[in-house]
């Protein structure tokens, strides 16, 4: 069983930055696909970003050169740096594992381990 726990979530102004922790337990951290997925209120939860094992990133258009998404398996830990934010990246923020590869890394369906989420709000 893994488990994962966000933090770095909070209010920030438009143009601001934050930085989101996924902490997780699991002695094969550096195995698992890692994933940070949002959710507006009233919208599907979406993908935002994923890095695999190897480091390989992925990232959904509207966060490119805005979003870094890294981790550091020495201390079981994902993160996510979020600069120049906008209004429209107001959601809960969850973090989710895969630990066994599937080549897909975008839909929800692949991740099978998930946080509780921490909330993100920018205000414009």
């Known amino acids: 069983q893994v488990q994962l726990v966000e933090s770095g979530g909070g209010l920030v102004q438009a143009g601001g930055s934050l930085r989101l922790s996924c902490a997780a337990s699991?002695?094969?951290?550096?195995?698992?696909?890692m994933g940070w997925f949002r959710q507006a209120p009233g919208k599907e939860r979406e993908f935002v970003a994923a890095i695999r094992s190897g480091g390989t990133t992925y990232y959904r258009d509207s966060v490119k050169g805005r979003f870094t998404i890294s981790r550091d398996n020495a201390a079981n830990t994902m993160f996510l740096q979020m600069n120049s934010l906008k209004p429209d990246d107001t959601a809960v923020y969850s973090c989710?594992?895969?630990?066994?590869?599937?080549?897909?890394?975008?839909?929800?369906?692949?991740?099978?381990?998930w946080g509780q989420g921490t909330q993100v709000t920018v205000s414009s």
């Open positions: 989710a594992a895969r630990d066994t590869y599937n080549i897909a890394y975008s839909s929800p369906r692949v991740y099978n381990y």
């Open positions: 699991g002695r094969t951290f550096s195995s698992y696909t």
